[in-house]
């Protein structure tokens, strides 16, 4: 019954923005810390940012000041708001959660940011 449903990728110049949405459902949302993950080819998955149930965030180096991560728990759904991006930026960007003791992850959305 877990779901997760991104949306939002697409293709952006360097230096412009993007908003991903991440739609979840089969989980009590407000208690679910969620997070964003990236994957470029030929690297790790790694992990960009974290939002807790508290409001807690945690942003990767490379993205901080730039990004933003929110959650919206009347909508089920948490976003990662990405600004003045940068070719490196460019990846398949994931949503995940771990609930109780699971992980579950969206299809992916790819972000390409064009030089």
């Known amino acids: 019954q877990v779901q997760l449903v991104e949306s939002g990728g697409g293709l952006v110049q360097a230096g412009g923005s993007l908003r991903l949405s991440c739609a979840a459902s089969g989980i009590i949302f407000n208690i679910a810390t969620m997070d964003w993950y990236r994957q470029a080819p030929g690297k790790q998955r790694e992990l960009v940012a974290t939002?807790?149930?508290?409001?807690?965030?945690y942003y990767a180096d490379s993205v901080k000041g730039r990004f933003t991560i929110s959650r919206d728990n009347a909508k089920n759904t948490v976003h990662l708001q990405m600004n003045n991006q940068k070719p490196e930026d460019t990846a398949v960007y994931y949503c995940?959660?771990?609930?109780?003791?699971?992980?579950?992850w969206g299809q992916g959305t790819q972000v390409t940011v064009s030089s």
């Open positions: 995940h959660t771990n609930y109780y003791a699971n992980d579950y």
């Open positions: 939002i807790t149930r508290h409001d807690n965030t």
